[in-house]
């Protein structure tokens, strides 16, 4: 039908992208509101279980039902205040507006009535034709409460954005009202919310023109309210943990057991295939390479030993979790990566020196410090509010005010010792103290020596030496530099085997 080979044909397809550019054109909204609308509204299609071709239908709409908007003055669009009855007026003229501009391309009539209806209320009070009930297009219903969503999360001139729990429950209060309420029940559910945040405002205001424009959103996104919104969100348990993978959990209890041998621990590796192709890379990779190539699992894991085997399943697994779904956050996954890499080698180094016990704990104290930075970064790139829109800065500063207590969170989730806890609630200093353990000071400095390689977010020159942890831990400039080297080495290495 005339939706799927809307999408599926290449020249009308740049027709919509050309017909979207002038709807973004209009400043109504930040840009990538309709793309990011759209996707929603796909979800919630989806979720009533409307077939693949209403879907698609609905997707189109959503993404063109305002381009009608454009002969609407920008003083009207960009006015500070209540529209006047007149101006009201104007405003109410573009569903009718937007399906005259689209109306000449045949392959869009199926969706015109979607977009004519796009501001129908439920009980019959919207505009234009005052529809009620079943009598307005389901399509148009989605995008209504879809976009009512969209519109009060995001910041106004004279307000900060909404949190997604008390616009929800605004979405609540209006069933029957504006809204169709199953829709509603569905999109709250898809939105994993629960309702108990009182909800503060009066009635909903449907998008855009009839309430005072908002302004590009960057400006109102503040990294405070965002962390404060990943912490209620990770204490009801709508954003998932990370979860430690099982096979780590059976490597783990399986080496602590004296009576492991190497064959045990094959197969329990074994089970799963891209492990064991990493592991036997790694035993055939120079820093492992013996007289003749390894084969097989139970050959590899005696050349490279039973808690190095540990270390590269750690390794494995965790960086498949610092995988974000979203482009723009692949990125900041890399970085993060990078930087608790170099830091497990650093920390590792550091405690060898030192010629403190077990080694091997340090490096996964390093590798899991900054746990709690993959926890924002996957929270932000997947939820709608936030994705592609925040500035490099603000990340950061989320990940500044957040990243260690959700560290500590997720380690004590994965029943880690309190040592691992400690040192992601207590790694950043720059000041330490007495009482402050040796395994946070070593991760302070590893993770600064990895910073200052280029393995981190900071750009700023430190001078190591100068470092607290470094002067505690008495360590000189010269053996600084001689280790940095080593982590440089190593992570060169290291970048070839994964
Ligand atoms: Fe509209
Ligand atoms: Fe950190
Ligand atoms: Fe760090």
């Not at 509204?41 to 989806?46: D, F, G, I, N, S």
């Not at 007026?89 to 045949?106: C, D, E, F, T, Y």
């Amino acid at each position: 039908m005339e939706a799927r080979e809307v999408q599926l044909n290449p020249l009308f397809a740049e027709i919509v992208q050309t017909l979207l550019t002038i709807v973004d054109g209009a400043e109504m909204y930040p840009r990538g509101h309709y793309k990011r609308m759209a996707a929603l509204c796909v979800k919630l299609a989806e979720k009533i279980g409307l077939p693949p071709i209403e879907a698609a239908a609905v997707n189109l709409a959503a993404l063109l039902h305002d381009i009608g908007m454009v002969y609407v003055p920008t003083d009207i669009i960009h006015k500070n205040g209540e529209l006047t009855e007149d101006e009201m007026l104007v405003v109410r003229q573009h569903p009718g507006m937007s399906v005259k501009i689209l109306a000449n391309l045949s392959p869009l009539q199926s969706i015109l009535p979607l977009i004519r209806h796009h501001h129908e209320a439920f009980d019959g009070s919207g505009y234009p034709d005052g529809l009620a009930g079943d009598r307005i297009p389901m399509g148009a219903r989605i995008i209504h409460v879809v976009e009512s969503f969209l519109v009060m999360a995001v910041p106004r001139p004279y307000r900060p954005p909404k949190s997604v729990t008390v616009v929800l429950n605004e979405l609540e209060k209006n069933k029957g009202i504006f809204f169709d309420g199953r829709l509603v029940d569905e999109f709250v559910r898809l939105m994993g919310q629960k309702m108990d945040a009182p909800a503060q405002t009066t009635a909903a205001q449907s998008h855009g023109p009839a309430a005072p424009p908002p302004k590009p959103a960057e400006e109102g996104l503040k990294p405070e309210e965002i962390a404060k919104e990943i912490f209620e969100q990770v204490k009801r348990g709508k954003i998932e943990l990370p979860v430690l993978p099982n096979i780590i959990q059976e490597i783990q209890t399986a080496i602590d057991n004296p009576n492991t041998t190497s064959d045990d621990l094959a197969r329990i590796v074994e089970k799963d295939a891209i492990i064991s192709i990493r592991l036997m890379s790694t035993a055939n990779s120079p820093i492992y390479m013996g007289q003749y190539k390894v084969r097989s699992i139970r050959e590899a894991i005696p050349r490279i030993g039973f808690k190095e085997t540990r270390n590269i399943v750690s390794v494995i697994v965790s960086k498949n979790m610092f995988q974000a779904k979203s482009k723009e956050y692949v990125k900041w996954m890399e970085i993060l990566w990078a930087h608790s890499l170099a830091s497990a080698y650093g920390a590792r180094l550091l405690a060898d020196h030192l010629r403190y016990m077990d080694p091997e704990k340090y490096f996964l104290m390093g590798l899991v410090h900054d746990i709690g930075k993959v926890l924002i970064i996957k929270s932000i790139s997947e939820n709608p509010l936030w994705q592609n829109r925040l500035e490099r800065s603000q990340v950061e500063k989320v990940m500044q005010i957040a990243h260690n207590s959700l560290g500590g969170v997720i380690l004590r989730h994965w029943k880690f010792p309190k040592e691992f806890f400690e040192v992601a609630t207590s790694h950043e200093g720059p000041k330490f103290f007495e009482t402050t353990g040796r395994a946070i000071l070593v991760v302070h400095l590893a993770s600064q020596m990895a910073s200052a390689l280029g393995n981190g977010y900071l750009k700023e020159t430190v001078d190591l030496a100068e470092l607290d942890s470094a002067k505690r831990l008495k360590l000189d400039a010269a053996t600084l530099t001689a280790l940095s080297e080593r982590i440089k080495t190593i992570m060169a290495d290291s970048a070839k085997s994964f």
